[in-house]
């Protein structure tokens, strides 16, 4: 792997440094693909409630890197079962995981037709500046680093290190969310988890000593679901954006002459799937620009939904079960209910043991050399992987004023 | 002063809580003027430097109102010296002085034809939403606001509070630029001085004993400078962000068509100076956008600049006695030099004493009961303050290759 | 109550700045007897595993006195509902809590005729000069702090803000342990705690909305107790400690001219209660100046028992089965397993429902303004009100060589 | 250098971990010299002051080892610089550098005939078990260990490393006293300096770009001094701790029986020099401990001196020139001024260029690859070294109430 002459280091609150040492992953960041994760939050309706959490995907990015980074120098079995083309090929996975994400993700993919699982594979196989850098490398390099993310990688352990129920996706995110958002329940044991990770029978184990650190984990994750992500404000803002990409299609169905207000969303509305140069036009400064457009718009539906998204105007919430109710007084109101009665359901397991092939799973390394999976041997775990907590609202504009 | 049903919070890394016990600050919160600032990034091109330093100008205006608040309800002699007016007064100021802030500021202010002081003042005064929450209160009240951040309001401590050396403004944003980039100058002593903060003779003095607290705010202030605002490569992307608007202004006088092609600059191009509602449509967004669309002109010059800020292509430096040299390398090789090569100058003094009419000088309580400048006290202080550092640089496009 | 003639604070790295505003927490401060817990630190054989961790008992007094002064002064409900002279006895209580404690408190009850409780009960109640800074405020005062402290008092509310499954002193100890040992299971989440308080059916409650804290802080317990206070080593270093006491208490019943060696055990050894001057005599340096006496004594039990604690050669352990065969070895090695072969068992439930008369448990207020018993609303604590982990080994010399 | 079977690990809130590989340096850690450490307080005094800073010298000892293995294994300047053997002997000094270190060390050494540096020789020296644990290595190991404490080491770049004015043992005992005292100024930027350290010519240097860094460390280091160990209320605990010991010798030249009292004094009072063994006996509990026998002297003065000791009974300050006042009226009040009023001179320059050889000068790495002294290139740093603070006071007690 060529080295870059003088290492280099960014700033970060969460990491100290993010160290970059090899030539490839430096180019990745300076690809114009990559610098588009700037301009998309990480948390994006999440700001509704927590508004110092304005981190961008770009900087967890760098953060999941980082992360990898360690995993490689710090865990001696992985740095001795790994070749260095799969280090690289981890370091690059981590660093581009998310790099298909479009703004506002959740709401997004409702008007998108696929899902950005498939915008990432796309932009890491080209063409982009992104596939450049990797092809200069090997002609097949793209493919090998999209099938890591879409755990089809023949070395299993490298999608357990990127993508698992722990692994440096969420160990950034974690971390990363809580210091910005100010909540304290993400401060993981990042340290211990790494220095006692170990790698046996080709799966990635922690080691007995570390179960309390991984319960803590799993409970940390569950309640910054819950707490933050689950935030019924951040879901109201969600059903916000929703109901604008909703109206949108149907003004759109009646009258394709819209596009031209919106020509941002030209793709949107007529492709099935957008290229990479048109996925790159798609960040927040796009949407929140096309808001300030929508407010001035004279379909007063859209109006009144894009000024609620500028200024904060949320909507309240209830029981799903009042959905009827709600609908009724909102037709009494004015208010069209396919647009101001949305119904969201959010449901959250703490921990899953056993699912698809067990690939997900967290493993712990007994004193006694076997390998035992994690709910098994931590009475915590095993408790918390009953629940089953459900959440279901929903969502209408307060001045129906029951 | 009418207090609101239930007290609310925001959370926020730096105080915790922002705790809002007044409706005047909670309408004014709400108003579509004030959640515009979400969209405003305090650091502009810092980001370049320091990624994670993301924090909109909401936050800060959150928490220099939660500081101004803190003064009001922790040091006894403000709350004593104070009317009731004038503490409601005071916690506005603090959350409406950068309400008048332009994206980019200090690059967009060379294309605004006024500074952001006099938006400030128009907004406070309206038309707006925030004029609208303050008139229902009193009829005077908006200018009685407008008239401490422009430090004409009678009573000279309002003034002191809100901005002079050692103020609500300086101590969040110092702590909060340096939470959000990771750099570790700006942790100063906020509980102490404000424990420590007296009022005599009309003036707000801080005791003695916290003397050294005040030299350390002052270095922390001094270095937040050098390395973080005045970082070679954050002016680097504020001389690609004046030279876009040079080439804007330049193109426009040339063919005033080029207003259809960027209509959100139309007012901008074509005004002495905008109204609140175009004030309200320039957000971080609309420039992103804007960018967006340039990065597709047909002119050149306009379109490499901007694909050089949307995907972090910085212009390199020399020492300024190369200016001369560098106009005649770009100009061999096709680069214009209006565009192209920049000066930019900087100085930082870390304390001024004795400036205007002293108001804005630290002042300093001493055991005996008098008051002293503190430059006449700190042996430190009176060092520092002979030091002007200065750094003039100029830019140029790396691919001139010299 | 009086005040002081100017508010004062001692810095503290948890709290910011404890404040102290009334003479008699004051001069409390300044008696002997709280100057005691100076020496006497709060984590005694925790030290053995993480040696940071070397705070006073006096900083968690201070510290669980500053949490009850912010529950008076920030919770609304408590402090409408106290009474002044019922606030006064809150925080006396607080700071008084642990005054009772002997040094190493776990292992010298087993030497000590009674327990710290007791102590606590005598040292308020006086001879001593903290009871004559009480009984100069009023003649009863003493007996009514006790009162809370042993649950007795009138008003129930005081005893669950001192003393419960959720009150100032664990509030305390979690965050400070965690701090000063550097593990982070224990940073809970006070603010919100304190701000989601309040007082309903003479119950302290915390409303729905903090459901997510109260989790994360009873997760948190449960992980201090089994990963720091529970440690191995650290139960390994309270066996020689107690191994130390019980020889020391045979040698004694063999010839009473021991005492002269060591004086400072003097009235431990031939009293069944000691004076409250003799329990201020007890602190860490008495104890570990003792057992630098006892390194140097003719009896080799006493000696290398002592010197393993001085230089921390800590016993090994072994699962509690095996306890028979290792008092074997011992025998075989020349070691005398009565000192030699120490077992110990411990536990921990993470909440324990319906103790008692409940008093002791947490109680939810729900968003309809009934109050529910905590595992009745969480899913997470019922689950985990089901756990009861324990853990038996049993402790022996390395050098037996096995 | 024998490497252990698995790696150590010490939990440490300054640097995460200290991490040990090395077979030494863990029998080092074991040896009872170093264990002594533990039961020596990094700040004596200063706990009057800020109680929260208990943190041991053994702590204090492997955060300087831990920077000092950080220094070797992320510099590359020094890992290429030095040999195995260097960097070995490197980690044992950093680690012992404060191995003979008395209790309450300035005070002590009032009454120790000699300075700690000698007895850390002694004991590096031997005979000792850190004598044993180095010789067994090699027979001269010791003596090239102390070497580098005295600075008489070949190679200087050891002892610059360990001890001049930017060093592994100030860069830690700056970050640990900030944060165990709970005061900001200590917070320096470790990660940075290390990251910008070079060697040059055969000195250690660090870049240009780190001068705000730099700059930074010696303000961080000029105001811990002033604000945390010069703290009056600390040094009022140093002159009552001296003021015991000259009694105590004044005493002893009058009586030798006083011996029996105090037998933990016997060596100090009669020899010269303390042996190793003696010297082991001598901590934090001895003195203590002997404080308390010393409350119930009947020598009025050392019984008064001792108590005011353990109840944190301190001396008032005056300026120094109302020295000879003080003794008159201590006079008239009964109170020997022979130890009870006490001059106190404490000095601090915040930075000394050109001392002595210019070993122990801040050398910077200019962009041009020329090295130049910090003060020549800091304006800071230059106006900073003109400073020469100095403190003087008097101090007596404060019931001869003037």
Known sequence: MEKLAEKRVIRDPIHGYIHIEDKVIWDLINSKEFQRLRRVRQLGSTLMVFPSGEHSRMMHSLGAYEIARRMINEVDDIRNTLTEREKMVLMVAALLHDIGHAPFSHSFESILSCKHELYTAQIITGPSEVA??????????PEEVASVIDHTHPNPILSQ???SQLDADRLDYLLRDSYFTGVSY??????????????????????RSSIYTVENYIMARYHMYWQVYYHPNSRSYDTLLKSI????????????????QYPMYRELLTKKRLSNEEMYLLDDSTCMYSFSL?????????SDLAGRVLNRNLFEYMSADREEYLINE????????????VKDHQKQIPYLPYTGDGSDNIYV???NGTIEELSNVSQVVKSLSTINEQDERVFYPKEIEL
């Open 330 to 341: 909102c037709k009494k109101k004015g208010y069209d209910p396919r647009y101001y009665v």
């Open 186 to 207: 993400g401060q993981i044991d990042l340290d211990r988890i790494l220095r006692t990770m170990r790698v046996k029978n080709n799966k990635v184990v922690v080691k």
């Open 132 to 141: 450049n850098v990797l092809r200069n490398i090997d002609e097949n390099l």
């Open 294 to 302: 929508m407010r001035r718009s004279k379909d007063p539906v859209l």
């Open 161 to 163: 290190l990127i993508s």
């Open 365 to 367: 390394l007994m004193d």
């Open 245 to 260: 990409f909703t109206r949108l299609r149907d003004l759109y169905s009646e009258n394709e002459d819209i596009l031209e």
